[in-house]
């Protein structure tokens, strides 16, 4: 009966560890939640299901050792025990902060997988007074991790029951829309993931950007802005509002807070003061199209039309799963996968990047069009990497490098410059292009698809200056702004917009004589 105790808790230890990496986004500051529409009862039902069959073959598997030859004991002993010592060094690698070794791990972490469990299994070969230590040590690390299930379960089953309200990822609220702002638009598109340094200092050798040196040509662009943080989900929340945000959580229902060091408190995160709010007070009706971040859902109460395309990276939908399908299909998602990689086949589904940048150009393509949102805000999942386009021929597809996103970038910035120019208030609309961030050569650089071509094009160096153009109406030549600025300069810059301020390159100008460092 002891054996059997053991067993069963070794059990439930190990399917914990095995599926922590479909668990852990749930545990920490709900942050799934938050990127995801919600419900995602079904997703969830399937991670337990996974949990509670992971735990019955381990458990049955640890029962059976004990009956097999005392060779094969030992072996089979040595290859669970290097496994748990695997995904144990696996959970404290990915709750670093640590970039550069998060990146390394990522490249290097099937390798270390398969070197593991072979060194276990010659060892528990030819060092048997070595392994059977390690092995009973590991053994009870691993059944005391099982006890961690009693906060864990409640808490994915709370997640998975409680009612949370079914959100639509689209909405328009333009039968009664703010009162007109004449025929003046302002369009802001911001690429996710786009450098300054790689479209205009130093693109790759005989990689032509046109759609963006023509518009810098016509724009005020700024060549030094100091970025406001590494991570989009902080960034765009802290441009919204006007000040930095350095830490976010969600409540259970995907309401955002973030930690406000002035007042060293968490803070709801409140739309009324942000430039979606201060458009509505000053007669503009705004619109957002979108992705990852839930605007549809923080933004709400201030936005007339939005669309988001929610991050579908998190929990198994990367293997097909979907809140669409019941529980048990979830649960079948992950078991067929594996089965797929021992038998060297790939389960056929999209590309969720290709998808997702599919899905986002078609909402964007139509807020631009919708001529009765006079503030736009557009979120782009392009250049950020994986590559989905083929720059020779220009055509999406799944792989590809970063510089082969940054022509598919400056290819959709002519699509969309195109539709600008279509509509009535064409002449009227102020065009914003910025990023978010630069190419985040610490995050990319050591991932198993960076490519030798992106190591020449980065040269190994991080650059960190996004980008920020701005042309106004009947702008026809451009002014390069090199002096060190915050990118949350941005917020205040548009703010002036909004309220009627600036309209053109002399307010603009004016503007950073008076209010810049």
Not at 232 to 245: A, N, V, Y
């Amino acid at each position: 009966m002891k054996v059997r105790t053991e067993a069963v808790l070794e059990g439930a230890g190990a399917a914990l560890l095995l599926l922590f990496p479909y668990i852990l986004p749930l545990l920490a500051s709900n942050i799934s939640l938050y990127h995801h529409a919600l419900p995602i009862t079904n997703l969830v039902g399937g991670v337990l299901i996974d949990m509670l069959g992971v735990a019955i073959l381990a458990t049955v598997f640890l029962i059976a050792i004990p009956f097999l030859p005392r060779t094969l004991q030992s072996i089979f002993n040595a290859l669970f025990t290097g496994l748990m010592l695997w995904r144990i060094v696996d959970i404290a690698v990915r709750m670093q902060t640590n970039l550069t070794l998060l990146a390394y791990w990522d490249g290097l972490r099937v390798r270390i997988f398969i070197a593991i469990l072979l060194l276990s299994g010659v060892l528990s070969l030819f060092l048997a007074r070595i392994t059977e230590p390690v092995v009973r040590a590991v053994g009870l690390v691993v059944a005391a991790f099982a006890f961690c299930s009693i906060w864990i379960i409640p808490q994915l089953l709370h997640i998975m029951l409680i009612r949370q309200p079914s959100e639509s990822v689209a909405f328009i609220h333009l039968s009664h829309p703010p009162h007109s702002n004449s025929n003046q638009r302002i369009i802001w598109i911001l690429y996710d993931e786009l450098s300054y340094d790689q479209a205009f200092d130093h693109p790759a050798p005989g990689m032509k950007l046109r759609n963006l040196d023509r518009l810098r040509a016509e724009s005020v662009s700024f060549s030094n802005l100091t970025p406001a943080g590494f991570y989009t989900d902080l960034i765009i929340p802290s441009l919204f509002l006007g000040h930095r945000i350095d830490h976010i959580r969600s409540t259970i229902n995907g309401d955002l807070s973030y930690y406000d060091g002035t007042q060293h408190r968490w803070v709801a995160y409140d739309p009324s003061p942000t430039l979606f709010g201060l458009a509505q007070q000053n007669g503009w009706s705004t619109g957002v199209g979108g992705m990852s971040n839930p605007d549809c859902r923080i933004l709400a109460p201030v936005l007339n039309v939005c669309f988001w395309e929610p991050d579908k990276s998190m929990l198994m939908e990367a293997y097909g799963a979907s809140e669409e399908k019941s529980v048990l299909a979830n649960a079948a998602v992950l078991p067929y996968a594996f089965l797929a990689k021992l038998t060297n086949r790939t389960a056929t589904q999209a590309n969720p990047h290709l998808q997702e940048y599919r899905n986002v150009m078609g909402h964007t393509t139509a807020l631009i069009e919708n001529n009765q949102v006079r503030f736009v805000f557009l979120h782009l999942p392009v250049p950020h990497p994986p590559g989905i386009y083929d720059r020779q021929r220009h055509l999406l597809r799944s792989g590809g490098t970063y510089l082969d996103n940054m022509v598919l970038t400056d290819d959709s910035l002519g699509e969309l410059l195109q539709e600008i120019d279509a509509t009535p208030s064409a002449s009227q609309t102020t065009v914003i292009v910025s990023s978010d961030h630069s190419w985040r050569i610490p995050l990319w650089r050591h991932d198993a698809f960076w490519s030798a071509e992106e190591e020449r094009a980065s040269g190994g160096r991080f650059d960190d200056r996004p980008v920020l153009l701005i042309h106004f109406p009947g702008q026809k030549s451009g002014n390069d702004i090199n002096a060190a600025l915050p990118e949350l300069l941005e917020h205040d810059m548009i703010a002036d917009m909004l309220r009627g301020r600036m309209n053109n390159p002399e307010d603009l100008t004016a503007f950073l004589s008076q209010d810049g460092p």
